[in-house]
């Protein structure tokens, strides 16, 4: 990790900064946290323990676990930090707020990274007068101490040493961040679910298959490769591999690829009552009684499994 980042604050503390906890603490930094909700504290420390086995990967328990303060006020604690980890609702009003007060009391240079799932920092830092030049979005998927992804959001005034700085320091701890070059709502990833979500839904109101075999068709298809090489490198593949490749495979099926998009579009799932009802309906017929916390557990082994074999060919 960067040699001046010692100590970081999360402001915050819900599943996703539970889970950067996790993270930062894995790797040997000091972490200041704080959230007003009420058990706050007692959640993190179940949420530590249930992340026993990442821990013991990256070693002793009681040792790199422990490394943290839950504080009842972030504010005083500000000035300590040499990275801000910011994971509030995802609100645009209570954004800006929360980031007025971190940009006052945050010494200037240090990063305030946001872990807005779809807000652009640009749209919550009107009121951030002292150095808003620090400020970009750092998005991770759930859990972020498991899923190296993380989205690295600059606005137009976001200057380019924070954007380094953040890259690196992401880097650092072993995360993969991809860097936009541009605001979009959603951001990339976000997006791209919300596009196989709206189809999913889709299917599965309009009665063409279970909520338990959409998933299916996810985690036993696409999903596996798609973990292995994405979308784009898939498609190089399936018309023989590299530019070729993907120039064939697009010149093979896009016809085909085209009538399936004007039928996507045709069928789009609309939000009504009645769709969501459906929706609804089969979820609960066939996820419904699934046993949560045991599919977390298995989630997060298997991710370790794959994680630590993706690291064999890297």
């Known amino acids: 990790m960067p040699q001046e980042t010692r100590t970081v604050a999360i402001v915050g503390c819900g599943v996703i900064g539970m889970g950067w906890a996790t993270l930062f603490l894995s790797r040997g930094l000091k ?88 807000l652009p920092s640009s749209t919550f830092i009107q009121q951030c007068k002292r150095d808003p030049s620090r ?4 998005h ?13 959001v600059p606005h137009p005034g976001t200057s380019e040493h ?37 189809e999913a839904y889709s299917l599965i109101s309009r009665g063409i298959v279970s909520a338990e075999d959409l998933d299916l068709a996810i985690t036993q298809g696409p999903g596996l490769r798609w973990a292995v090489t994405g979308p784009i490198a898939t498609n190089a593949l399936g018309g023989g591999g590299g530019p070729s490749g993907f120039a064939q495979r697009i010149e093979r099926l896009g016809p085909s690829i085209r009538a399936w998009e004007d039928d996507i579009l045709k069928h789009r799932f609309d939000w009504s009552d009645k769709s969501l009802s459906a929706l609804q309906d089969s979820f609960k017929k066939g996820l419904g009684g699934t046993d949560w916390s045991k599919l977390v557990e298995e989630r997060d082994s298997v991710l370790m499994q794959l994680l630590a074999a993706k690291s064999k060919t890297t």
């Open 31 to 118: 972490v200041i946290l704080s959230d007003p909700a009420e058990g706050g504290k007692d959640a993190l420390e179940r949420y530590l323990d249930q992340a026993r086995p990442f821990f013991e990967e990256h070693g002793n328990f009681e040792q790199v676990a422990t490394n943290y303060e839950f504080v009842s006020d972030i504010v005083p604690r500000l000035p300590e930090a040499e990275f801000v980890q910011e994971n509030g609702p995802e609100s645009q009003e209570f954004k800006i707020g929360l980031m007025k007060t971190l940009d006052e009391h945050t010494r200037p240079g240090v990063v305030i990274a946001s872990s807005s799932s779809g």
């Open 140 to 152: 991770p998927f759930n859990p972020p101490h498991l899923i190296p992804l993380v989205e690295v």
């Open 162 to 198: 924070s954007i380094s700085a953040t890259m690196k320091f992401y880097q650092s701890l072993g995360k993969r961040p991809i860097l936009l070059h541009d605001e979009v709502p959603g951001f990339v990833s976000n997006r791209l679910q919300a596009a196989i979500n709206n």
């Open 135 to 138: 400020i970009l979005v750092g």
